[in-house]
Structures are given as structure tokens and as C-alpha cells.
């Protein structure tokens, strides 16, 4: 029977979002939308014929070609080292189940009615979300060792749950200690599973979250907008995440162009007035200093650039296909022979398609995966980038956003989450005729 009811209809995309907190501290994290995507298939099986976006043929060839790539999982690109074992077959399974439960939602959310799921209740999900990863973002600041065993990870056996990958998933953690300015720094990464997850994550949210409670909300919403985006600043500074400062920057610059270009004086004059004292802010406290010396310390761009490399020359010998999983390097970008130490348990052998969800797909899916991942998104600014409404606008940022972070942050799992619920968003507004 199908539901009727518009709050039942709309209870998985609630349950995924307003619940995540709660799927993050019993272990299913992003997965969850794996479990949520069961009973939407089964709706939207009762609901044919059903609207596709456009695009869909696009990630739909990305789901054929990755289950082609399974037929390389065995093999061993020169420069990389270790056999075919359970844990790579997980990993493939774990993107597998992924892709094609984000397909569902997508057509799930687009083919749902404004009255079944409004398009300001969806923002103001997204908004929630925000404000829980902002909390999660201090908890990072202020306890960064907080972490415990979850239920699900208790229930895993070891050669699932002892797999680092899938141990970053499901494993509660405040943040994420690195030496990327050359001593042990606490990056904020809860409730996602990684610190630049995170960084992705919270620009996006924050986008959702201007609009939800700035462009639809009150004076009471905006004043607490403001109070909440101010204390956000403080994770977003500890959090060392060069990539989401640079995509902050961009953001702002994009969102003032595209006001002045509709003539909205009083939008522009809001937006540059609140950048003003936010520099002003930051210049006088301590967070400036953090900055400064992060930027000094770039000892991870000889990493990524060791890695990258090592990427590109292991998909040119499989351009078609990739390998279907990542693949872990002989000796990294110092050394032939690397280990975990005391000093650094993440140290060892780095894995090959970890820097970026770009260098993933070509690890993965070879040059073809990745160009299908581009145009799908590529796509979706060229059709909606003359969307002036404030739905249009944010979404086309973030789509701009996703094409940038796809250089420097991997999509799974969270983040590409929030990059196909925003292209559904867009899909949904360009086809209602009345704006929020």
C-alpha cells in the first residue's frame, strides 16, 4: 500500500536528515541512506511512470561502469602492492550500494509533490543538519579526543569493522589529529566521517542554511542565523581545511556578483556589510594567527602532488576500466619503505585515489567514470544557472562547488549525500512554477 499521507510520504527524507545525528552515534553514519533507500525503491516502484531528471543517463553510466570495473579488482598497477582480499571487495560493494541508493533518492525527492515534501521544509532540514554539524564542529574544538566504540561497529566482525576505511565510517569521532602544521592538530570532523568530509559538508549546509533562515525566515530566525554562522567561524578556522576556506572565499564573491547582476542593492549591501565585520572579527582574535600558520605550513601539497601523480600514471594503464577500489602505493613521497609509528598511526603505505573524488574515479572508473562525474555535474550548471530564485542561485553554487572540491576532497560518503540532495533540489524547483 502506498503511503497517502504527505508526512508519511516524506518520513525517509526526514528520518535521513534530521535523524543523522542519531545514525551517526549508533555507527551507520552516511550509510544510513543505503537502509532509507530500500523503502523509497519500493514507493517509487508504486508510483511509475516516474520523472527522470536530466542527467540521469549520465549517472546511470556511471553505475554500469563501475560494475565493469569489478572485473579489474584483482589486478596490481605497477607502483601499488597488495592482493585481492575482503576488504577491497567490501569497499566496492560499499560505493556500489552507494551510487545507486543516491540514484533513488534523487528520483525520489524529484518525483515527490510540494505538498508531500515542500521545498522549504527540505532547506530547513538541511538546516537542521547545519546546525548539528556546526555543534559537532565545536565538540571537534573544545573535546577533540572524544570518540567510543558504536553499536554497530560492536557488531561487525573484525575483518569489516578492523578495515580502516569502513572503521572511519562507523566509528563516533570528534576529530581528526593530524601534523599538518607540524605538531599533533585537532581537526573537527563530527558527525562525519572524515575532517575534510566535514569541510565539504558545512559549506554546503551553510548555503541551505542562508537560505532557509536568512532569505525565507523572520527576524527571530535571522537574528539566531547570525549568531549561529558567527560561532560556526570558530570550527571553520580549527579545521586547517584550505580547500573549504578557498570555497568560502568563492562563495561569497559568486553570491555578491549574482545580487548586483539581479540589482539587489539591499541584498548586496546585507551580504558585504556582514563580510566586513565577520574580517574585522577575525582579524582581532586569534583565529587570524591559525590561519596565517597553516598557510605557512604546506607539507601536505608534497603529499597530494606525490599521490596524484602515482594516480594519473596507475589510470593510464587501465584508462577504460580503473581498478575498481583504490589501491595503496609502494612507499609514499619521502621514502620507498613507510610504516605506522607511535608518533603517526596514520602514516604507512598512502592509498591512491584518496585525494579528491576526481583522482578517485580515475582509480576507480578510469578517465571514463571520471569524465561521466564532471559532465553530470558540469550539466547541471549550464541547464539551471539562469535560475534567479534563491533556490536556483544557492544550487548552482553548490554545483560550482562539488566540480571545485572534486580536486581536493573525496565525495564518499556524506558529502556527494548533499551534492545530489541539492541537484534534486534544483530539479524540483526548475519544474514548479511558483517560487517558495
Not at 518525483?111 to 522549504?120: A, D
Not at 561497529?153 to 575483518?159: A, G, I, K, Q, S
Request: proline share 6%; hydrophobic share 55%; net charge positive.
Amino acid at each position: 500500500m502506498i503511503p497517502r499521507s504527505p508526512a508519511a510520504v516524506s518520513l525517509p527524507i526526514g528520518i535521513l536528515l534530521v535523524g543523522y545525528p542519531l545514525w551517526w552515534a549508533l555507527g551507520f553514519g552516511g550509510l544510513i541512506v543505503v537502509v532509507l533507500a530500500v523503502p523509497m525503491a519500493v514507493i517509487l516502484w508504486r508510483r511509475r511512470p516516474l520523472l527522470l531528471p536530466r542527467g540521469f543517463g549520465l549517472w546511470s553510466l556511471i553505475l554500469v561502469g563501475y560494475l565493469a570495473s569489478a572485473t579489474m579488482l584483482g589486478a596490481t598497477p605497477a607502483g601499488t602492492h597488495g592482493d585481492l582480499r575482503a576488504g577491497r571487495i567490501a569497499g566496492y560493494l560499499m560505493r556500489l550500494a552507494l551510487y545507486l541508493a543516491l540514484l533513488i533518492v534523487v528520483l525520489y525527492i524529484g518525483n515527490l509533490t510540494e505538498r508531500e515534501l515542500p521545498r522549504l521544509a527540505l532547506i530547513r532540514m538541511l538546516g537542521v543538519l547545519f546546525l548539528v554539524t556546526v555543534a559537532g564542529g565545536l565538540l571537534g574544538v573544545l573535546a577533540p579526543g572524544f570518540e567510543y566504540t558504536a553499536p554497530i561497529e560492536r557488531l561487525l566482525p573484525d575483518w569489516i569493522g578492523g578495515n580502516s576505511f569502513v572503521r572511519n565510517l562507523i566509528h563516533p569521532t570528534a576529530a581528526q589529529t593530524q601534523y599538518v602544521l607540524g605538531y599533533a592538530a585537532p581537526r573537527p570532523e563530527a558527525p562525519f566521517e572524515w575532517a575534510n568530509a566535514w569541510g565539504s559538508n558545512v559549506s554546503v549546509l551553510l548555503v541551505w542554511f542562508t537560505v532557509g533562515w536568512w532569505v525565507y525566515g523572520g527576524t527571530r530566525r535571522r537574528v539566531i542565523a547570525v549568531a549561529v554562522v558567527a560561532l560556526a567561524a570558530i570550527p571553520v578556522v580549527h579545521s586547517l581545511n584550505r580547500g573549504l576556506w578557498i570555497a568560502l572565499a568563492f562563495s561569497a564573491v559568486y553570491l555578491v556578483l549574482r545580487l548586483a547582476r539581479q540589482r539587489k542593492a539591499l541584498g548586496v549591501a546585507v551580504l558585504t556589510a556582514c563580510l566586513t565585520l565577520g574580517g574585522a572579527v577575525f582579524l582581532i582574535t586569534p583565529l587570524h594567527a591559525i590561519v596565517a600558520q597553516r598557510i605557512e605550513s604546506p607539507h601536505s601539497n608534497e603529499v597530494r602532488g606525490h599521490t596524484v601523480t602515482r594516480t594519473l600514471e596507475a589510470a593510464l594503464a587501465s584508462p577504460v576500466l580503473g581498478y575498481g577500489n583504490t589501491r595503496n602505493a609502494v612507499g609514499n613521497h619521502r621514502s620507498a619503505t613507510t610504516a605506522k609509528t607511535s608518533w603517526c598511526a596514520e602514516c604507512g603505505h598512502p592509498p591512491l585515489g584518496s585525494d579528491g573524488q576526481l583522482w578517485l574515479l580515475l582509480m576507480t572508473q578510469g578517465f571514463i567514470g571520471a569524465g561521466l562525474y564532471v559532465a553530470f555535474f558540469a550539466g547541471a550548471v549550464r541547464r539551471y544557472r539562469r535560475d534567479t530564485s534563491p533556490v536556483g542561485v544557492a544550487g548552482t553554487l553548490i554545483m560550482i562547488l562539488v566540480l571545485f572540491y572534486m580536486f581536493v576532497y573525496d565525495g564518499l560518503v556524506t558529502p556527494l549525500i548533499l551534492y545530489l540532495i541539492s541537484f534534486a533540489l534544483l530539479w524540483r524547483n526548475a519544474m514548479e512554477t511558483t517560487d517558495i
